[in-house]
């Protein structure tokens, strides 16, 4: 990849959502490690959206590198918004398996709205072209994704976004 050069909205932007979709890979492969099989549906969704993240992460990594910009968590240990926690992760942990789909698809969603949000900011704010177009197509995933999710157990609704 070429260099790019990356302003601070752009770095805060990547650097917050590769934690962001660290968490979401988290409750993904938690809800495929259930026992019950859980919601055909929804792990068909969730299955979507493994592949949707990762490829995401390859992205916003490969732009950190191309910036020469050092990876960095800065958020790590923070309650923010739309991001699966290790908290978020253990409650589901312990929720019995007859929860799990509504509680997976609320944490889901509400990581799916955030997101959109912040692709929102970096369109506005951001610098690099380069990471302002990969913002608004995962902005547009995002919209699709949470169509998707709508006709889940406990996915509905308006999501709380700060």
Aim: with cysteine; charged share 20%.
């Amino acid at each position: 990849m070429a260099p790019v050069v990356l302003n601070s909205t752009d770095d805060a932007f990547i650097q917050l959502l590769i934690p962001m979709n660290e968490g979401a890979l988290a409750l993904i492969d938690h809800v495929d490690a259930r026992p019950t099989g859980g919601d055909p549906s929804l792990r068909a969704l969730l299955g979507d959206l493994r592949a949707a993240h990762q490829a995401e992460l390859r992205d916003l990594r490969g732009l950190l590198a191309a910036g020469n910009v050092p990876e960095q968590n800065i958020h790590e240990g923070h309650q923010m918004p739309g991001m699966v926690t290790d908290a978020s992760l253990a409650e589901l942990r312990a929720a019995p398996d007859t929860e799990v789909p509504s509680r997976a698809a609320a944490l889901v969603r509400a990581h799916l709205a955030q997101t959109m949000v912040l692709c929102r900011g970096e369109q506005t704010a951001g610098g690099s072209p380069e990471l302002k177009a990969l913002a608004g197509r995962i902005q547009q995933a995002r919209a699709a994704e949470l169509s998707a999710l709508d006709g889940q157990p406990g996915a509905t609704g308006t999501p709380q976004v700060d």
